[in-house]
């Protein structure tokens, strides 16, 4: 059970809390396998509900031909109904391009809610890496045969960053390096993954962004997708992300 009231957990899940009360409760998390779960859970409702309601939103043909055939009475003539007819179909047009994008906007954060559901987990879960270890030259080498690429890990000797570990994701139903970092009291999680002409179509170049109380930075370079996450300030989120990228080169 949740030691976290359900209305604030709620509010949490929502982005709606007090900068004040979004500060306890991300401390909270970090140490409450119990409540991470409860907010998992929702932030998984929360999408799948989304998900469901764009799904509905497309009406079918014999419901747009009824609701034209209520609007434009049958005594009228072809040519009175032009008007009627060309406002219907306007009206259609405009409802296909706004389920397009709505869909667009979703297929997008549906790719960055799986690394957030990924995040999550990870902290709620008693084992959240499965190699442990601080050292970069023991962490990658885990990684052969597990993903089907390489990657570089940047050296932290001279930072504010630790290498905790890394365990194997899927992001978008493709295998990912999902590596944990630490930062003061804070964990970073970063997902490499082969990346895709969808990804690109989703998520452009190298951008921050976001989501249910998440700062999330994201580019792809090498062929490869780029996805790093966390609570923890957007300044930190960025550092790490240029140590990454200058490690890559």
Request: aromatic share 8%; with cysteine; hydrophobic share 40%.
């Amino acid at each position: 059970m949740s030691c976290v009231p359900s209305q604030q957990l709620d509010l949490y899940v929502d982005g709606e809390l007090p900068q004040h009360e979004l500060a306890q409760i991300q401390d909270h998390l970090h140490s409450c396998s119990s409540c991470a779960a409860e907010a998992l859970g929702r932030i998984q409702m929360k999408r799948a509900t989304h998900t469901a309601a764009m799904n509905t939103f497309v009406p079918s043909p014999e419901f747009r031909l009824q609701l034209q055939n209520s609007i434009v009475p049958a005594r009228r003539s072809i040519a009175g109904w032009w008007p009627v007819l060309s406002f219907a179909t306007a009206a259609a047009a405009a409802l296909v391009i706004s389920v397009i994008m709505l869909s667009y906007r979703s297929a997008r954060q549906d790719v960055l809610a799986e690394a957030v559901d990924a995040h999550v987990s990870t902290l709620a879960s008693a084992n959240p890496v499965d190699v442990v270890s601080t050292d970069r030259h023991t962490v990658k080498p885990w990684f052969q045969g597990k993903v089907p690429f390489t990657f570089n890990l940047p050296e932290l000797q001279n930072s504010e960053f630790r290498l905790i570990g890394g365990r194997v994701s899927y992001i978008g139903q493709r295998p990912a390096a999902h590596l944990l970092f630490g930062i003061r009291r804070h964990q970073i999680s970063v997902f490499i993954l082969q990346d895709s002409e969808n990804f690109t179509k989703l998520i452009r170049g190298s951008r921050s962004d976001r989501r249910l109380n998440f700062n999330v930075d994201t580019w792809s370079e090498n062929g490869l997708r780029y996805v790093v996450l966390s609570d923890a300030a957007t300044n930190d989120v960025q550092g790490l992300s240029h140590l990454l990228q200058a490690s890559s080169q």
